[in-house]
C-alpha cells in the first residue's frame, strides 16, 4: 500500500503530529501559525493562514493529501477538492475527538502503530495530571476567556483540562458550543456574579493584557483579581487541538491551580 508521500497541512496540529509520529518528510507545506516544532517553519514552505490559504501555492506543491482543521476551513477545502485534490478536514472539539484525530493521522501515512503509542503517552499525561489534582485541597472556580471584545469564554477541551487539573469551569454550559460566538458572555457582569478564583487569559492571536481586564469596571470585586490570580497560557499552548495542549497547556494550568490551593492554604494558616 502507498502512503501519502506530499502532505499540506493547513493547520498547526497536523504538523506538530507528523513530526511527533517521525513522519514529517511528508510535509510539502504548513500553516503560518505553525509553532511546534520551531524547526517546522524553518524546514517547510508557509502555503496557508487560518481561513484563508495561497491555492496556487499548494497546487504548485504537487500534495496527494491535504489536512486541515475545522469547518471554517470548509471553502478552502471545497476549492481544493474541486482542483483535484484528496483533503481530510478534522474538526476535533474534545480531548477524546483531539486523540482520535492522532490516531487517523497514524493511520493516513502508515504509522498507526506510533501513533497508538503517542496517544498512549498522552493519556498518561493526563491520568497523572487527574492524579495530583486528587490531592488538592479545593477545587477553584475558573474563568478561561479566549477573546476579550466580545468576552469568549472556554471551548469543550480547555474545559475538560481544567477538571482534569483540578479546577471547576465557571461558563462550563457554555463550554459544549463549537461556534466561538455561542460562548458569547453578552453581559461581562456575569463574570463578576460567578466570581472566579482564577482568571486565566489566552487571547487567540494577541497578548494577554491583565492589566486592561482588571480594570473592567465592577471586575475588582472578583476573587481572582483581589487574590492576583489573574495569568495567562499563550494560545499556542492551549487553543490549538493538537498533543501540545496536554503536553504544554496541561501542565501550565495545573501549576496555577496548585498554586492557588497552596495560597490558599497559607491564607487558611495565618488567618
Same mark, same amino acid.
Request: hydrophobic share 45%.
Given at each position: 500500500?502507498?502512503?501519502?508521500?506530499? $502532505?499540506?497541512?493547513?493547520? +498547526?496540529?497536523?504538523?506538530? %503530529?507528523?513530526?511527533?509520529?517521525?513522519?514529517?518528510?511528508? &510535509?510539502? #507545506? /504548513?500553516?503560518?501559525?505553525?509553532?511546534?516544532?520551531?524547526?517546522?517553519?524553518?524546514?517547510?514552505?508557509?502555503?496557508?493562514?487560518?481561513?484563508?490559504?495561497?491555492?496556487?501555492?499548494?497546487?504548485?506543491?504537487?500534495?496527494?493529501?491535504?489536512?486541515?482543521?475545522?469547518?471554517?476551513?470548509?471553502?478552502?477545502?471545497?476549492?481544493?477538492?474541486?482542483?483535484?485534490?484528496?483533503?481530510?478536514?478534522?474538526?476535533?472539539?474534545?480531548?477524546?475527538?483531539?486523540?482520535?484525530?492522532?490516531?487517523?493521522?497514524?493511520?493516513?501515512?502508515?504509522?498507526?502503530?506510533?501513533?497508538?503509542?503517542?496517544?498512549?503517552?498522552?493519556?498518561?499525561?493526563?491520568?497523572?495530571?487527574?492524579? $495530583?489534582?486528587?490531592?488538592? +485541597?479545593?477545587?477553584?472556580? %475558573?474563568?478561561?476567556?479566549?477573546?476579550?471584545?466580545?468576552? &469568549?469564554? #472556554? /471551548?469543550?477541551?480547555?474545559?475538560?483540562?481544567?477538571?482534569?487539573?483540578?479546577?471547576?469551569?465557571?461558563?462550563?454550559?457554555?463550554?459544549?458550543?463549537?461556534?466561538?460566538?455561542?460562548?458569547?458572555?453578552?453581559?461581562?457582569?456575569?463574570?463578576?456574579?460567578?466570581?472566579?478564583?482564577?482568571?486565566?487569559?489566552?487571547?487567540?492571536?494577541?497578548?494577554?493584557?491583565?492589566?486592561?481586564?482588571?480594570?473592567?469596571?465592577?471586575?475588582?470585586?472578583?476573587?481572582?483579581?483581589?487574590?492576583?490570580?489573574?495569568?495567562?497560557?499563550?494560545?499556542?499552548?492551549?487553543?490549538?487541538?493538537?498533543?501540545?495542549?496536554?503536553?504544554?497547556?496541561?501542565?501550565?494550568?495545573?501549576?496555577? $491551580?496548585?498554586?492557588?490551593?497552596?495560597?490558599?492554604?497559607?491564607?487558611?494558616?495565618?488567618?
Amino acid at each position: 500500500m502507498r502512503y501519502p508521500q506530499r $502532505i499540506v497541512c493547513l493547520t +498547526a496540529e497536523p504538523t506538530e %503530529v507528523l513530526y511527533l509520529l517521525g513522519e514529517q518528510h511528508r &510535509i510539502a #507545506g /504548513i500553516s503560518g501559525f505553525t509553532t511546534r516544532p520551531a524547526i517546522a517553519r524553518k524546514e517547510k514552505p508557509t502555503v496557508a493562514a487560518f481561513t484563508s490559504a495561497n491555492i496556487d501555492k499548494i497546487l504548485a506543491l504537487d500534495p496527494d493529501l491535504v489536512l486541515g482543521f475545522s469547518d471554517l476551513q470548509a471553502d478552502i477545502a471545497a476549492e481544493l477538492v474541486r482542483a483535484g485534490i484528496e483533503v481530510h478536514i478534522f474538526n476535533q472539539r474534545s480531548i477524546a475527538q483531539i486523540l482520535s484525530m492522532v490516531m487517523t493521522i497514524g493511520s493516513l501515512v502508515g504509522a498507526a502503530d506510533k501513533a497508538a503509542t503517542l496517544v498512549g503517552e498522552l493519556e498518561t499525561k493526563i491520568e497523572r495530571a487527574r492524579a $495530583i489534582a486528587s490531592d488538592f +485541597a479545593a477545587r477553584p472556580r %475558573v474563568y478561561f476567556e479566549e477573546w476579550d471584545d466580545p468576552l &469568549i469564554s #472556554g /471551548i469543550h477541551w480547555v474545559a475538560e483540562l481544567i477538571e482534569i487539573a483540578g479546577g471547576r469551569d465557571c461558563f462550563a454550559e457554555l463550554a459544549v458550543h463549537k461556534n466561538a460566538m455561542d460562548r458569547v458572555i453578552a453581559d461581562p457582569d456575569e463574570v463578576v456574579r460567578r466570581n472566579p478564583d482564577i482568571i486565566i487569559g489566552s487571547w487567540c492571536g494577541k497578548n494577554f493584557q491583565p492589566e486592561q481586564l482588571m480594570q473592567r469596571p465592577g471586575w475588582n470585586a472578583i476573587q481572582g483579581v483581589q487574590s492576583g490570580f489573574v495569568q495567562e497560557i499563550k494560545a499556542a499552548d492551549i487553543l490549538q487541538p493538537g498533543p501540545s495542549l496536554i503536553t504544554m497547556g496541561l501542565p501550565q494550568l495545573q501549576d496555577i $491551580i496548585q498554586r492557588w490551593n497552596v495560597a490558599q492554604t497559607f491564607r487558611k494558616h495565618w488567618d
